[in-house]
């Protein structure tokens, strides 16, 4: 009884270290961000979830929403947070959109294909909660708590500079939400797919 017991610890522990080491991986990365030319200069590229995937590969959905959170929070206490943790909220959400259809798909037939149709998934489903999030809740927020240096008007307007057509909110999702959410997960899902197996190993459950 009391070896099974400490055989279960030992393996409780071990999880949560390694969750806590991929939160504090996928933070860094979160660091690194980049603009793409198909979006305005407040939507940065990172590869935070690259960490995130990898992870819920290999521990299960549930280990991946603990990552992305930790993730969130240690970027929140970083960082700090200019829309009350509306826009941290928005991203953990955003975020469980594309993992937590990929890792649940992948943990119920763990091989390529499923993990490829996993990723796929959730791409889509990320691309789909990313414009219903950020037309009703992040850039109406930021428009908010921003104001008057940023307002709606200066949103749509740094939309134009890419996109002469745009001329509402709509528009900005649709021509630069969307597109940017798309580019970010197939280039996430591919980085995935190339290193998952070897690094998978490292991070077998005990």
């Known amino acids: 009884m009391s070896a099974t017991f400490s055989t279960k610890r030992k393996s409780s522990i071990s999880f949560i270290a390694k969750i806590s080491i991929l939160g504090a991986l996928s933070c860094i990365l979160m660091l690194f961000e980049f603009p793409i030319p198909i979006a305005p200069p407040f939507y940065e590229l990172d590869f935070s979830e690259v960490v995130v995937l990898i992870g819920g590969f290999a521990l299960g959905p549930g280990a991946a929403v603990c990552i992305e959170g930790l993730k969130i ?3 929140l206490l970083l960082n700090g947070t200019i829309t009350m943790g509306i826009g941290e909220l928005a991203n953990f959400l955003i975020g469980c959109s594309l993992v937590l259809p990929a890792t649940i798909l992948y943990q119920k037939h763990k091989t390529r294909k499923m993990a490829l149709l996993g990723l796929l998934i959730g791409v889509l489903s990320m691309t789909l ?3 219903l999030i950020n037309y009703f809740v992040l850039i109406p927020a930021y428009a908010f ?3 008057p ?3 709606l008007d200066k949103i749509i307007s740094m939309g134009q500079v890419i996109f002469p057509s745009i001329n509402s909110l ?3 999702i649709l021509l630069c939400v969307i597109p940017f ?3 970010k997960g197939i280039l996430v899902s591919t980085i995935v ?3 998952y197996k070897k690094i998978a190993p490292l991070l077998k459950k005990n």
Do not use: G, K, Q
């Open 73 to 75: 929070l240690l970027n």
């Open 181 to 183: 959410n798309l580019i």
């Open 193 to 195: 797919l190339f290193s």
């Open 145 to 147: 708590f921003l104001s």
């Open 170 to 172: 709509s528009m900005v």
């Open 129 to 131: 909660v990313a414009a």
């Open 149 to 151: 240096a940023i307002t």
